[in-house]
C-alpha cells in the first residue's frame, strides 16, 4: 500500500511570528459539520538571534507565546484566524502565573466532559527564570510545577477558570474507556498511565508504561489509543539506547508489554533522498540535528488500522507516517507525506481522520523565506489517504 491524495495548506504563517509544537500540550479536535480545531503555540520572533528561536521555556520563544486555537469550517481547507482562542499566554509576568495556579482548588466546577463539545488542556509554563549571567535559575518555587489542566465544554471557545494543577505534565491524545474514565499518558523519561474517573476534577497514576530508572532511555512523546477490544496501546520515542518508535500495549491498564519498534532500517525510502546527486550539495550543507524520529501520533481509524505520523530531523526534514493492519501486529515501512522543509525546526504532528476518510494531520514546518535560521516556523497541514 502506499499514499495518495497528498496535498498541503498553509494553517498559520506570519514572518514576524514564530508558530510552532502542535503536539505539545496541543491537539487536534474534529467536530461534526466540517469543523476542525488545531492548538499550537504562537510568538513574536525576529528571526535575528540563536535566543529568537530557542526553545527554551525560561527565556526562549515558549516563554512568550500564547497556546492558540485555530479553526476551520470546511475539513481543514482554510482557516480561520478572526476566530482564534488565545487558551492561555506564557507572556504573563510571573506573579500572575502564581496566581492562577494557587487559586483555591475548591472553587472548580464539575463538568460534564462526555460530550462531543469536551476538550482538556494540558498546560505547561515556567515558574523559573534566569540569571542573565550565570544562567542559573534565579527564583526556584518547588511547590509550583508549572503543569496544569484546564477543561472547554464547548469546543474550545471558553476555558474553566481554576486550573487543576499537576504533578506530572500530560501529553495528549486522551482517550475514554468505556465506563467513561478518561486516559492519558504523564512524564517523561520514564511514562506512565494517568486516569481520571470524575471528568478531569482529579488524576491518578495507574502504572508504569515505559520505565527508565536509570535514566539511559529516554521515553518521551508519548501517546495513547484504546482499541476496539479494550486493549490500550502506548506510543513513545525512544531517544537513547535505540532512537526509535515504540509501541507497548495492555490488557489491564496495569501491566503493560515489552516495548518494541514499529519501524524498521533498511526498508524506508529516505536513502535516495538523503543521497542521490540533486541533492548531496543540500544535504552536506543541512546542518540540522540529525534525528531519524521525533514526536510520534498514533491514530486509529474508523476501519481499524493504526496510524502514527511523526517528523524526521535528518535530511531531508519530512513529515511521514506508517500504519498496520493488524492492531499493530505489523508495519507498513515509512511513507513520506512531504519532504520539502528546509529547514530542521519542524514535527510535532496531530491528526484527524475526516468524514470521507482522508486524514489530515497539522505540524509546523520551515521554508526558506528570507527569515533566519531556516525560515520562518509556521503551522503547516498535510491531507493524505491510503492507497
Known sequence: MSLRDVRHVVIDHDKTKYCGHPRQQGGMWNSDGGEVAVMYRRAPCAYETAKDVAHSPFDGYMSRSDLVLRRSYDHGETWRPEDDVIVWSNAIPLEEKREFLRQ?????????????????FMGNTSMHVRDPDTRRLANPTPELTGSFQIRSTDEGRTWESVPLVLEAWGYPPLVAL?????????????????????????????????????????????GLLALPDGRLQ?????????????????????????????VRYGHGPWTARRWGPETYALRTAYGGWEQRYRSPWPLLLRDGRIVVVFARREWPPSIAVVWSEDEGRSWSDEAVIRDDGEGSDLGYPVATELDDGRILTAYYFQKNDGNGFGGT???????????
Open 104 to 120: 483555591d482548588p475548591a472553587r472548580r466546577q464539575a463538568l460534564d466532559m462526555s460530550g462531543p463539545g469536551a476538550m482538556f
Open 178 to 222: 468505556p465506563d467513561g474514565t478518561h486516559a492519558r499518558t504523564a512524564g517523561t523519561n520514564r511514562v506512565f498511565l494517568s486516569v481520571s474517573d470524575d471528568g478531569g476534577m482529579s488524576w491518578t497514576i495507574r502504572s508504569e508504561i515505559a520505565p527508565d530508572p536509570e535514566g539511559t532511555r529516554r521515553f518521551t512523546y508519548s
Open 234 to 262: 502506548c506510543y513513545v520515542m525512544q531517544f537513547e539506547g535505540r532512537q526509535a518508535l515504540c509501541v507497548t500495549e495492555s490488557d489491564d491498564g496495569l501491566t503493560w508489554s515489552e516495548l518494541r519498534p514499529i
Open 377 to 387: 516556523c509556521f503551522i503547516g497541514g498535510s491531507f493524505f489517504a491510503l492507497a
